[in-house]
Antibody, heavy 119, light 107 residues
């Protein structure tokens, strides 16, 4: 069974940093691109970042470029999101999601971890 | 970036109703269109991919159609567990973008 479990969320002050993790199991993690998608309270879904299976290709939304860094450790079946210079508008539930390469859809999602940026 | 719009933004329907949600892309995305269902406090769940392919385990009352810029999600007979918010998403180009969502609630 495919499982994605996020952790690392919490309350952080504006300008602070946080590192999110996503532990994957039930599939060959090293064969799939992975993404982070976020959802601000009461709002819709916003793609944040993606990383290819071998980390060769990395993309970011303009809203987080230069502040967030996506990475992965295929030996540990883990995905990460380092978030720096956090702003109030980064407050959201952050989901990790697996991408099915051929069609590009997000076929499995974690349960999400809440990041709150507030003084 | 490709912009996605959905209509309506919300609708009220009864159990057994046929429900149709429309999604439009700002440029042609071929059939790279996916639909997700999200219930409150839960992660999105993939329903339809490649515009019309049913994800494994999803009930057959859900169907998708369209290509190019105009797409439709249809629920043939609404069930109590279908009350949720539905999002379309294009996977034609990076960044992947989502529609604003359509909330389906009980009439």
């Amino acid at each position: 069974e495919v499982q994605l479990v996020e952790s690392g969320g919490g309350l952080v002050k504006p300008g602070g940093s946080l590192r999110l993790s996503c532990a994957a199991s039930g599939f060959t993690f090293s064969s799939y691109s992975m993404n982070w998608v976020r959802q601000a309270p009461g709002k819709g879904l916003e793609w944040v970042s993606s990383i290819s299976s071998s980390s060769s290709y990395i993309y970011y939304a303009d809203s987080v470029k230069g502040r967030f860094t996506i990475s992965r450790d295929n030996a540990k079946n883990s995905l990460y999101l380092q978030m720096n210079s956090l702003r109030a508008e980064d407050t959201a539930v952050y989901y990790c999601a697996r991408v099915f390469e051929l069609e590009g859809m997000f076929d499995y999602w974690g349960q999400g971890t809440l990041v709150t940026v507030s003084s | 970036d490709i912009q996605m719009t959905q209509s309506p933004s919300s609708l009220s329907a009864s159990v057994g109703d046929r429900v149709t949600i429309t999604c439009r892309a700002s440029q042609s995305i071929s059939s790279y269109l996916n639909w997700y269902q999200q219930k409150p406090g839960k992660a999105p769940k993939l329903l339809i991919y490649a515009a019309s392919s049913l994800q494994s385990g999803v009930p057959s009352r859900f169907s998708g159609s369209g290509s190019g810029t105009d797409f439709t999600l249809t629920i043939s007979s609404l069930q109590p567990e279908d009350f949720a918010t539905y999002y379309c998403q294009q996977s034609y180009s990076t960044p992947p973008t989502f529609g604003p969502g359509t909330k389906v609630d009980i009439k």
